[in-house]
């Protein structure tokens, strides 16, 4: 049985690269029955989504049209 | 938009683009970096840049690709100028010895228990995006570049690391640590918002 420290380390590791058979065995059967790292894993997902799914920002339109005059202006 | 390749491109073309197509190329950067300050510099340095080079600019591709490309540049540019960080083999001790005990199980403090906060159930709500951002603006401009990068599935996630000459070992400690941190100062939130709801 690893250990839970492992098992965030795995988390880590996937999202570099597949993890082999072994690893993902080890890892799905530590999640299965502790619940403190199966509830780190989906808080790590949800912020992972987050992270991933924030919506555009639109810039000031003062940033716009500062730089398109500044563009206009400056010898090339 | 059609360009072209026999007429002289200047001032006003690229003037033009800004209007197309700067609202895009802010979105994209500062969905990289987070910080509106930064993310309208590197922005600017793009426009800067495609006017001293738009002579060299045989619209091969759209200006927007050419944009895009210069942009991705200053966006590594901008995290290797970011201040330098050492990053030791042995730099996730401290906050292993934080979390986990010597056997590596979570210490009784440090166990992840179940958000029971409202905003936590959507990612998408905005409580929680604020949160995320405000979590993101605490990590040092590197792991945040790096975290946000790889998880956005981009090579220049790698690039970064080789131009900071961080070895992949490294790169893991960083990310590592970033996910960790990101979830310790996610919960320090929660617990704040409990302790003094509106
Ligand atoms: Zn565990």
Redesign the interface.
């Known amino acids: 049985m690893i250990s839970c420290q492992h098992a965030t380390e795995l988390m880590t590791t996937r999202e570099l690269r597949p993890l082999t058979l072994f690893e993902m065995i080890s890892l799905r059967m530590h999640t299965a029955i502790c619940s403190a790292c199966s509830t780190f894993e989906k808080q790590i997902a949800s912020i992972k989504s987050a992270i991933m799914n924030e919506p555009d920002s639109v810039p000031g339109s003062e940033f716009i049209n500062a730089l398109e005059r500044a563009i206009k202006e400056r010898r090339l | 938009m059609e360009i072209d390749a026999t007429s002289e491109l ?3 073309d ?2 033009s683009w ?2 197309l197509y ?3 190329l ?2 994209y950067a ?2 990289r970096i987070r910080s ?1 300050e930064n ?2 510099d590197v ?2 340095e793009t ?2 840049a495609a ?2 080079n ?1 002579s060299s600019f045989r619209g091969e591709s759209t200006p927007r690709t050419w944009l895009y490309t210069i942009l991705r540049s200053k966006i590594i540019d901008f995290v290797r100028k970011a201040q330098r960080i050492e990053v030791s083999e042995h730099s996730s001790d401290d906050l ?1 010895n934080l ?2 005990d010597d ?4 210490r009784s403090l440090a ?5 029971q906060s409202p905003n ?1 159930a959507d ?2 709500e905005s409580g ?2 604020d949160y ?2 405000s979590c ?1 603006a605490k990590l040092k401009p590197i792991p945040r570049t790096l ?2 990068m ?3 599935d981009e090579v220049p996630a790698e690039e970064i690391r080789k131009e900071h000459e961080i070895s992949a070992s490294n ?2 400690v960083l ?2 640590r970033a ?2 941190a ?2 310790l100062c ?2 320090r939130q929660l617990a704040k918002e409990k302790e003094s709801p509106l």
């Open positions: 200047g001032n006003e690229v003037a800004v209007g700067g609202s895009e802010y979105a500062y969905r509106v993310a309208e922005v600017q426009f800067f006017l001293k738009v292993d979390l986990f056997k590596g199980h979570w166990a992840p228990t179940s958000w936590t990612p998408t929680f995006q995320i951002n993101l975290l946000i790889t998880y956005l790169y893991w990310l590592h996910r960790h990101m979830r996610i919960e």
